[in-house]
């Protein structure tokens, strides 16, 4: 560098934050730093984790993410084949060295045809044809508590339902949940400087091993399913690497288990915490409920962001960037900007404009946010029917230390007036459910079946 | 009123058909909004409204008031 790109180089970046959202006290400072933000610097450079640049007005959030995409780069370049980018993470991930995390680690056209051969599967039109069988999945998870008047929320629900589901799209058997549901929350809420991440990582890893398995055999094996899709995919004219796939597979189970949980457990409190709008969400439902999913997702922005890289020399919203600068585009404070959203530190059910960036902005459109949607509206609208009185008891939550990737929650138990069981419990329908699954080939495409799940009584 | 989605930008939220599920379709394979008609039905013009405000592509542009 130049003394003159020096000198550039510090003006550029003048405007400085010291913003760090992996420091433990993130979490309970989120609202002082981003309305802080929102006043002096809605993009500022800081000089953590190797210095990057950090997007937290609305405004500049849009404005790089929905339309710059000719400026920002996700890739992943792990083997520094290309220009050595770091991919969507900062600091990138000891534990992702070496392998891309899918998709969203990828630019066009590369990005594209992964998404067109899974798209079909993950449409609002793909998604509706298996709420029956989700309805039946949520209703036995309730059933096995209902009669004892408690529940943990996150262990015994919005664990459950996303990471059975998610399996059940992909074409693995759902009895193996358990195998994939610790590593995958665990992986995200253990602090890299825990002294579990040692056992976190080993768990990490059997589940990879487990997930190759189950590759390989449905590669002998046709069966439907998104793995099925991938194997088959058209990726300009060719069949992607193994390795590539293993990265999609795990960026599905990521980005399926984690965050519907995050996005379910929050609502789920505040609605213990606020029991007339419970009953006002309940009762008005049929105008309320698509507003107020909404609502939760841009209040409790499951992820919390994604990092970028400049790919050019660019000046947007005001800031001059360099090709090779990173970048963290903050969902989270994006949907917490006065200048778009009305008392932003408000839940407020009904918001009208509510135009967040919960699903991110731009051309990495979250893939799985129609799954997310239906999941969080199936599980919300059996548990105002069959708990309308529950409590959470706040002594027994546990949030995840950091919001540093995904704004989680561990455990969430609560009590409530205990009611009648309507089937069986878990295990039995997890049996009864692959079975339908397979038979009816729900997981196949919308393009092959339109036909809605059929649950037998 | 006449609405436009711009294909260029739309990604695929769904907010739109949320808000006026009689205007916008979404596409079977990848959820990607279009008008049914780009003539507003009368009495649904503000429902497009709230349409316009709540896309988070800013897609979506109207002309006209009814």
């Known amino acids: 560098m130049s003394t003159q790109d020096a000198i550039g180089d510090e003006e550029r970046k003048k405007i400085k934050y010291h913003f760090d959202r992996h420091a433990p006290d993130y979490r309970e400072r989120f609202e002082d730093i981003t309305h802080e933000m929102h006043a002096k610097c809605p993009i500022a450079w800081t000089d953590t984790h190797g210095g990057h640049w950090v997007a937290a007005g609305n405004r500049e959030v849009f ?132 002294p579990d991440i040692e056992r976190v990582g080993q768990l990490h890893m059997q589940m990879g091993m487990e ?22 995919a058209d990726i300009n004219g060719q069949k992607a690497p193994d390795m590539e796939l293993m990265g999609v597979l795990g960026l599905l189970i990521g980005g399926g288990f984690d965050t519907t949980t995050a996005l379910s457990s929050h609502a789920i409190e505040w609605l213990s915490e606020n029991p007339a709008e419970r009953e006002r969400l309940s009762r008005e439902r049929d105008t309320l409920l698509d507003s107020a999913t909404e609502e939760f997702l841009r209040f409790y922005t499951p992820a919390v962001g994604d990092g970028r890289t400049i790919s050019a020399d660019c000046e947007v919203a005001g800031v001059r960037f360099k090709e090779g600068d990173r970048l963290w585009l903050s969902w989270a404070m994006a949907n917490r900007d006065p200048a778009v959203f009305e008392e932003p530190d408000q839940v407020k059910m009904d918001r009208e404009g509510n135009r967040h960036a ?7 459109r979250c893939i799985g946010s129609n799954v997310a949607r239906t999941l969080f509206k199936r599980m919300i609208l059996q548990v105002l029917d069959r708990m309308p009185d529950y409590v959470c008891d706040p002594e027994g939550t546990v949030h995840y230390d950091t919001i540093s990737v995904i704004n989680g929650m561990r455990y969430l138990p609560a009590t409530f007036t205990p009611g009648p069981r309507l089937g069986p419990g878990l295990e039995e329908t997890l049996g009864k459910l692959q079975k339908v699954c397979d038979e009816q080939r729900l997981a196949e495409p919308v393009t092959v079946r339109k036909k809605r799940a059929e649950i037998a009584g | 009123m006449k609405v436009k989605v711009d294909q260029a930008l739309c990604q695929g939220h769904t907010l739109c058909a949320m808000k006026a599920p009689d205007v916008f379709e979404l596409d079977d394979v990848d959820g990607h909004s279009s008008p049914v008609s780009p003539e507003v039905p009368a009495g649904l013009e503000s429902q497009v409204v709230s349409a316009v405000r709540s896309c988070p592509e800013r897609a979506i542009s109207v002309e006209g008031t009814a």
């Not at chain 1, 770091?86 to 392998?99: D, L, N, T, V, W």
């Open chain 1, 358 to 364: 919960s699903f991110g902005l731009g051309i990495h």
């Open chain 1, 63 to 194: 404005e790089l993410a929905a339309r710059s995409a000719e400026f920002l780069s996700n890739d992943h370049d792990v083997n520094n084949e290309r220009r050595g980018y770091q991919g969507i993470s900062i600091p990138a991930p000891a534990r992702g060295k070496g392998r891309r995390g899918g998709f969203l680690e990828m630019d066009p056209p590369e990005q594209r045809y992964y998404r067109q051969a899974l798209n079909p599967y993950l449409s609002p039109a793909a998604i509706s044809r298996w709420i029956p069988w989700i309805d039946e999945l949520v209703r036995a998870c309730i059933d096995d508590r209902i009669e004892s008047g408690r529940i943990d929320f996150v262990e015994d629900l919005v664990n459950i339902v996303p990471a059975a589901f998610t399996l059940a799209m992909m074409g693995i058997p759902i009895k193996d949940w358990t195998v994939y549901c610790e590593p995958a929350h665990a992986a995200i809420y253990t602090p890299l400087d825990s």
């Open chain 1, 211 to 232: 997930l190759f398995k189950q590759f390989a055999h449905i590669k002998e094996n046709p069966r439907p399913g998104l793995v099925n899709a991938l194997i088959n």
